[in-house]
């Protein structure tokens, strides 16, 4: 599975910002995908998934309200809708995915990664 993220870029605080995970290799179906973001000098954490149903989404209590995630089955790709933007969203996005795992919370936990997508988010 190859993950191609984009949608990123720079915005004000309160603004929006969209970011799309395009999967080759695979459908979609059946696969776990969730979002994670690194800032300057700070570990990977988890922001949202979608289980492998397309039914469940769970996020961090960070953008929980703010974000949503979701899939669309017909481009084979996930989006990430980010409203009302905090400077401490600032982060390299990244998308990742998984057929089988444990904790959907753990980066460990994915076996596939797409680059990174930069948001900057300014006050």
């Known amino acids: 599975v190859q993950l191609q993220a984009s949608g990123g870029g720079l915005v004000q605080a309160g603004g929006s910002l969209r970011l799309s995970c395009a999967a080759s290799g695979r459908t979609v179906v059946g696969l776990t995908m969730g979002w994670f973001r690194q800032g300057p000098t700070k570990e990977r954490e988890f922001v949202a998934v979608i289980t492998w149903s397309g039914y469940r989404t769970y996020y961090s209590d960070s953008v929980k309200g703010r974000f949503t995630i979701s899939r669309d089955i017909s481009k084979n790709m996930v989006n990430l809708q980010m409203n009302t933007l905090k400077p401490e969203d600032t982060a390299d996005y990244y998308c990742?995915?998984?057929?089988?795992?444990?904790?959907?919370?753990?980066?460990?936990?994915?076996?596939?990664w797409g680059q990174g997508t930069q948001v900057t988010v300014s006050s």
């Open positions: 990742a995915a998984r057929s089988s795992g444990s904790s959907v919370y753990s980066p460990n936990q994915y076996d596939y």
